[in-house]
């Protein structure tokens, strides 16, 4: 059974900085991608990094592109997303995310893509 479970979520200052885990089972495909998104009360869920589990290759949107890491280990049971100078319009309940992908087109890195969802994790930035 294919499962995602996020963790690492806490209360931080601004400007601190903070590591999320997704543990990744149950997956035997090569061609996925684990994303993550975040839904502030009241907003839609946005997608705030992507990466490719097959060659590596990583997205970010502009808002936290130079302050946000992922990444995995060899093993690939466990993407982790690095959070640094965080600002309080980060706060939200962060998702990890699965999206299977035909390797003759790509990943969408899309809410509308995903196919698996993890339970999610609070991160909230306020002094």
């Known amino acids: 059974q294919l499962q995602l479970v996020e963790s690492g979520g806490d209360l931080v200052q601004p400007g601190g900085s903070l590591r999320l885990s997704c543990a990744l089972s149950?997956?035997?495909?090569?061609?996925?991608?684990i994303g993550w998104f975040r839904q502030a009360p009241e907003k839609g869920r946005e997608g705030v990094s992507c990466?490719?589990?097959?060659?590596?290759?990583?997205y970010y949107p502009d808002s936290v592109k130079d302050r946000f890491i992922v990444s995995t280990e060899g093993a690939k049971r466990t993407v982790y997303l690095q959070m640094n100078n965080l600002k309080p319009e980060d706060t939200g309940l962060y998702y990890c995310?699965?999206?299977?992908?035909?390797?003759?087109?790509?990943?969408?890195?899309?809410?509308?893509?995903?196919?698996?969802w993890g339970q999610g994790t609070q991160v909230t930035v306020s002094s």
């Open positions: 995310a699965a999206e299977f992908f035909n390797p003759d087109f790509g990943t969408t890195c899309q809410v509308d893509g995903v196919d698996y």
């Open positions: 990466l490719n589990m097959n060659d590596f290759t990583t």
């Open positions: 149950g997956f035997t495909s090569d061609y996925y991608a």
